[in-house]
């Protein structure tokens, strides 16, 4: 087990560390961490917490209870994973659209993320498949940066696949999922579409089935939601970021 911890450890705090130092900061990435270093100090004093818990019976149960829920969580974690990827929805071919809206996730030095500029170029598609339809791009002001999502994500779809940003309308106030499809009703209502008309929301996989609840729940009773593949290099730390998401979700009243 002390080598094991070690592997462990040392990958969780090298992918969360390169992470952190491109400036990826949330729960998918500290947490991890955390994990990582608990790991790596396990394996690295391994005989002395085994020597003081042998003379410690009441605390060796308390540390062997530990271990045992985080396996139960590990476990759980396993299973929402498994059931989140059995719900990814990577369709390239919606039926229809009276809008399309696309979902903020992220910028960096005021450009769209890795992740983000997928979904952007997986919009690109439907937009071009509806050119009619209405474009909303939704998101907020990330710390630090001086350019919303909404309009980073504009100007890449602008510089990228030659849409006229006087085609696409912004939605700059939004911090959460919630709140994108809330404020982009105020849009939508201006354009004259109605929540029952067909609209396509375009994201990443694994953020399909939460963005859908969400979107439902807020009074979009035809919506499609459309997902982006995700880079390698994040996927397990995104995975870990939803997993928490919709239990937060949960307790909010989300869906």
Not at 76 to 101: E, G, M, R, W
Not at 205 to 210: Q, Y
């Amino acid at each position: 087990m002390q080598i094991s911890l070690g592997i462990a450890g040392l990958i969780l705090v090298v992918d969360c560390g390169l992470l952190l130092a491109n400036r990826v900061f949330h729960i998918g990435t500290l947490v991890p961490l955390g994990i990582g270093l608990i790991f790596l100090a396990h394996a690295v004093y391994w005989e002395r917490i085994q020597l003081y818990l042998a003379s410690q019976p009441s605390l060796k149960k308390l540390w062997q209870l530990i271990w045992l829920l985080f396996f139960v969580w590990l476990i759980s974690f396993c299973v929402f994973v498994s059931y989140l990827k059995q719900h990814f929805n990577t369709d390239n071919h919606p039926k229809a659209a009276q809008a399309i809206i696309v979902l903020g996730g992220g910028t960096k030095d005021n450009k769209p993320t890795d992740a983000v500029k997928l979904r952007l170029d997986k919009a690109s598609e439907v937009i071009k498949r509806f050119a009619n339809a209405v474009v909303i791009t939704s998101g907020g002001f990330d710390a630090g940066e001086d350019v919303s999502e909404a309009k980073a994500m504009a100007d890449y779809l602008h510089d990228t696949y030659g849409i006229s940003l006087a085609h696409i309308a912004l939605e700059e106030q939004s911090t959460s999922t919630e709140l994108n499809f809330v404020n982009s009703k105020t849009i939508l209502a201006q354009q004259g579409i109605a929540l029952n008309q067909p609209i396509i929301a375009v994201t990443s996989d694994f953020h399909t089935l939460r963005a859908s609840l969400i979107g439902k729940r807020q009074g979009y009773t035809n919506l499609q939601v459309v997902g982006s593949d995700t880079p390698w290099y994040i996927r397990p730390n995104v995975w870990f970021r939803e997993y928490f998401a919709f239990i937060s979700g949960w307790l909010l009243d989300e869906y």
